[in-house]
């Protein structure tokens, strides 16, 4: 029966909010025979039994009891316990509507197709927003000018994992070099922070030139069965997600990058 009663409250209530209904239920539960036994008092009559006992349990647990250590109750008792439990009452419901409030809140914004973030250092703030998503992905394909940022934040690790699945692809954005002369440069630089050659060739064998003037700055994620688009504009990171209408988006964006 008790555990029903737990399904029945996890089913009918938010996670973990359960817990306030219970002790919600408790406070009515009290409220009830308190009153119970204040019309008792009021009209000289026997309270019912299964109230009396209750609260001279609870009144027993608070320690309202005279000096043989017998639980106290009477009408003066019975009125200041009812206020206490009232304003219990009051404060729970307060605390779980603003649970459910913030709840819903939070809710509303995991579901926003376009999550963005402050990145205001370029090469630090974005890679580590970068990082965060490329971190367990199946397949990256990533639009950059010159790849400078390969190397920062520990993320050229993420990026030589997928290298070595042949799940890697980077577009550099050449402008005045070759795509040589990128290579070269990337290789000098990785060697000058202690990366390992074989690590460094792995990567820069995914380097591919686009063949483009205009520089785009952008990756494309694919990661648990489903699809992200990050890019950076000014001091912003702004991850497009699937759900609703950004999961066609995401497809054609995916259809373009690979065609």
Request: proline share 2%.
């Amino acid at each position: 029966m008790a555990k029903k009663a737990l399904h029945w409250l996890r089913e009918t209530f938010p996670r973990f909010s359960w817990i306030l209904a219970i002790a919600l239920l408790a406070v009515i539960w009290l409220s009830i025979c308190l009153f119970i036994v204040y019309v008792c008092f009021v009209s000289a009559k026997t309270p019912v039994a299964f109230a009396q006992k209750t609260i001279e349990f609870v009144f027993g647990l608070i320690g309202i009891r005279d000096a043989n250590g017998v639980p106290v109750v009477n009408r003066i008792n019975v009125q200041a316990a009812m206020s206490a439990y009232l304003g219990l009452t009051g404060v729970i419901l307060s605390v779980y509507t603003l649970y459910a409030h913030a709840k819903k809140s939070h809710s509303l914004w995991r579901n926003l197709p376009i999550i963005k973030k402050l990145a205001p250092v370029a090469g630090r703030d974005d890679v580590r927003i970068m990082k965060k998503h490329y971190a367990g992905a199946s397949f990256l394909t990533v639009y950059s000018g010159s790849f400078d940022w390969i190397y920062n934040e520990g993320i050229f690790e993420d990026i030589y994992a997928l290298a070595q699945k042949a799940a890697l692809k980077m577009y550099a954005f050449e402008g005045d070099s070759d795509i040589g002369k990128i290579k070269d440069r990337l290789f000098s630089d990785g060697k000058t922070k202690f990366v390992e050659e074989e690590k460094i060739n792995t990567v820069l064998d995914c380097l591919i030139s686009s063949n483009k003037k205009e520089v785009v700055r952008c990756s494309i994620i694919k990661k648990n069965n489903a699809c992200l688009f990050l890019y950076r504009k000014d001091e912003m990171v702004y991850t497009l997600k699937e759900g609703d209408f950004a999961t066609y988006l995401l497809e054609a964006i995916d259809i373009l990058a690979t065609n």
